[in-house]
Structure formats: structure tokens, C-alpha cells
């Protein structure tokens, strides 16, 4: 019996010593998987500083160009705008006028005068007003009478 006690009390250690060390091996698996996990968590998150960035850059590339765009359209209507002045010039368009259309200045021999009288008036003469009118024109008198 001394035997089996020995032996009991073995088996009791052996199970108290593997009940130890699979503990620490629980422990040590949830340790690796937390560090799995925020080792995960830490590469997504500097994916994603990383994707924000690339974005950043891509949009401050664009305005960039869009700018230079800007620049170049607001140089090109600076010209267009000095050329339409200098065509729009009464010298050029005397020019014109002389050169392709084959128009003169006009000389003092070509002006001539008109007389307009002015004793040709029209009257309209003063139509007879309505019932109502008559009315509207009394009740106005009435009330200018009044009034003082």
C-alpha cells in the first residue's frame, strides 16, 4: 500500500507539474496571439498613414498642375486682350476703313443742310370723358374742397 500511496502521491505531482506547465503555455499562446494581434493593428495603421500620405501627395500634385494650368490661361488672356486693344485702336480701324473697305474721310463739299420747320404740329383734341370719369373727377374736387 505504501507503494501505491508512493506512487498516487507521483501521479499527483506529474499532474500538478503538467497542470503548471500547461498554464504557462496557455499563457504564453494568448501572449503570442495579442502580439499577432497588435502587431496586425499597428501594420494597418501604418498602412493607412502611408495610403493618407500617397493621397496627399497626389492631390497637392494635382492643384500643382492646375495652378501652372491657371497661370498659363491668365498669361493667354493677357495677350488676347492686348491684341483686341491694339486691333480695337482708331488707327487701325481708320486703316481698315481706308485700306479694305475703300472708304474715305469726308470733304466739307460733300455736307449738305437741311432746313426742318418746326410749324408742323399736330393736335389731338380732347375726347369726352365717361359716366365714371365725370364721377371719380367730382368725388377728387370734393375732396381737394376739403382738405383745404
Known sequence: MAERDSVRSESR??????????????????????????????AVLLGAV???????????????????ELTLAEAENVRL????????????????AENVLGM???DSSQIKYIKIQTDDVVTIPEQDEGLLAKVKKFFNRCVEYFRG
Not at 507539474?17 to 496586425?40: D, F, M, Y
Not at 502611408?50 to 501652372?68: G, P, Q
Not at 486682350?81 to 481698315?96: G, P, R
Open 50 to 68: 502611408i495610403y493618407s500620405l500617397d493621397r496627399r501627395n497626389t492631390m497637392y500634385s494635382m492643384v500643382s498642375a492646375l495652378n501652372e
Open 13 to 42: 505531482v506529474k499532474k500538478s507539474r503538467s497542470e503548471k506547465t500547461s498554464g504557462k503555455s496557455e499563457t504564453k499562446i494568448g501572449s503570442v496571439i495579442s502580439i499577432v494581434l497588435i502587431s496586425a493593428l499597428a
Open 104 to 106: 474715305q474721310k469726308i
Open 81 to 96: 486682350q492686348t491684341e483686341l486693344e491694339s486691333k480695337i485702336s482708331a488707327k487701325n480701324v481708320e486703316d481698315y
